[in-house]
């Protein structure tokens, strides 16, 4: 049981729990609300977690996971539609997109690539055999270009007003202290953790959205929190036992188990609520007692074998990470032992990276440190489609070339799952 779950069990009985609205009585509100404390001009900015919104931008038969996840020449009038709709009623959207992944999360990210490789192969032959449309449910695991392509469309059309920007860390880190520097109007997506966080002034859900009317479903930390019987500051505690993804699965498994023999759906989560109700959370979702945090360790590492401590740990980096904005050592321009000349080089990589116009790959190179190069799942399809990792093998032998070629010493590390093309 994960947040994900979680959602999918409140969507069961959503009208009881949430509420379904219109974005721009949302939008008045906020307008409202804002030029009391700010500028009545500012813009209301709506920032959407774009690779969790894909899937549900293009329509099962408008995808063509084909070469690498090109899309088809809808494209541009499916994204114009969209941020159109938007601008209409006075929003401006600010598209948020992943490209680097945490040393803390590559464990994490082999082991679901290797978890798809079947609905991958499942995909590709539907493709192949232009039987019917991918089904929705295996959007998830279309090739990782299909995001770079929208990327580039987007970027591409900066004079419209479209913003998009390359995250530095966790999409969703990066999008949530955004929303809170800058008190934003909303953000849209498909993770429970927005929520949780209670970053932005509203969080939408990208499933329910419906364009032709612009209404959408609100979720909340307040209606989340009475319908649990808790408190809004014990969110991020009930967040991690139910199992987030600073919780390591094979820990909380064990517990989840023990907690599933009480019932399962709605009772599970019911379960796990009861267990963090006497902790008292300060503001930021803290706990007060650090007793209470090390007995329900206890309780997590029992069935695991796990050390109290270890768990201990994670919970309260898991609390924390919903307020705490970082960044790998290793991108730390200010950290590195360089000439000026080269730091000033460094800053404006970063820049270049964060307008999406390089990939982590070359700002890690141009780092000097380990590099993280990722492998296209379609490359384990047998045969009959040619992967974009063949295309992509090109600008490799670059990036190898220029890092074996330098004076200084480059770590390269393949996060990959084997294949023929590997």
């Not at 409202?32 to 920032?47: D, T």
């Not at 945490?102 to 464990?107: C, G, I, L």
């Not at 309780?299 to 994670?314: D, R």
Request: hydrophobic share 35%.
């Amino acid at each position: 049981m994960d947040l994900k779950q979680l959602e999918k069990i409140l969507e069961t009985n959503g009208s009881k729990v949430f509420q379904d609205v219109k974005i721009e009585d949302k939008k008045k509100i906020y307008k409202l609300e804002y030029s009391i404390k700010h500028k009545p001009s500012a813009a209301a900015e709506l920032l959407v977690d774009l690779e969790s919104c894909l899937p549900y931008l293009f329509p099962d038969d408008l995808a063509d996971p084909k070469y690498g996840g090109e899309l088809n020449t809808v494209v541009v009038n499916t994204l114009q539609n969209f941020y159109n709709k938007f601008k209409a009623i006075g929003i401006d959207v600010i598209a948020f997109v992943g490209n680097y992944t945490t040393k803390s999360n590559r464990p994490g990210w082999i082991q679901r690539e290797y978890s798809t490789v079947d609905k991958v192969n499942k995909v590709i032959d539907l493709v192949k055999s232009n039987t019917k449309p991918v089904p929705k449910s295996d959007h998830g695991v279309m090739p990782p270009e299909l995001v770079q392509s929208v990327t580039g469309f987007l970027r591409s059309q900066s004079s419209f007003g479209w913003t998009v920007v390359q995250s530095l860390t966790e999409t969703k880190t990066e999008m949530i202290t955004y929303a809170r520097k800058h008190d934003s109007f909303g953000i849209l997506g498909h993770d429970m953790d927005f929520c949780i966080a209670t970053a932005a002034r509203n969080y939408f859900s990208i499933e329910q959205l419906c364009l032709e009317t612009m209404t959408t479903r609100l979720y909340d930390a307040p209606s989340l929190a009475k319908h649990l019987q808790l408190d809004v500051n014990q969110l991020p505690l009930f967040a991690t036992l139910m199992g987030n993804d600073r919780m390591e699965k094979e820990i909380i498994k064990t517990f989840h188990d023990d907690i599933l023999k009480k019932g399962s759906g709605g009772a599970f989560v019911k379960n796990i609520a009861s267990l963090c109700k006497p902790v008292t959370c300060n503001a930021k979702g803290e706990p007060l007692d650090k007793n209470q945090v090390m007995n329900l360790s206890k309780q997590i590492a029992h069935g695991s074998l796990s050390c109290p401590t270890k768990v201990s740990n994670l919970i309260m980096d898991s609390i924390v990470s919903y307020q705490k904005y970082y960044v790998e050592e290793e991108l730390l321009a200010d950290s590195l032992d360089m000439a000026p000349e080269q730091r000033d080089m460094i800053n404006l990589a970063l820049t270049l990276y964060r307008q999406c116009w390089i990939t982590s790959d070359l700002l890690q190179l141009l780092f000097v440190k380990e590099m993280q190069m990722e492998t296209c799942m379609e490359m384990f399809n047998k045969d009959g489609i040619k992967p974009i990792g063949d295309v992509l093998a090109s600008l490799r032998k670059v990036l190898y070339g220029a890092a074996f070629n330098s004076d200084q010493n480059t770590v390269i590390s393949e996060y990959v799952i084997t294949g023929d093309k590997c």
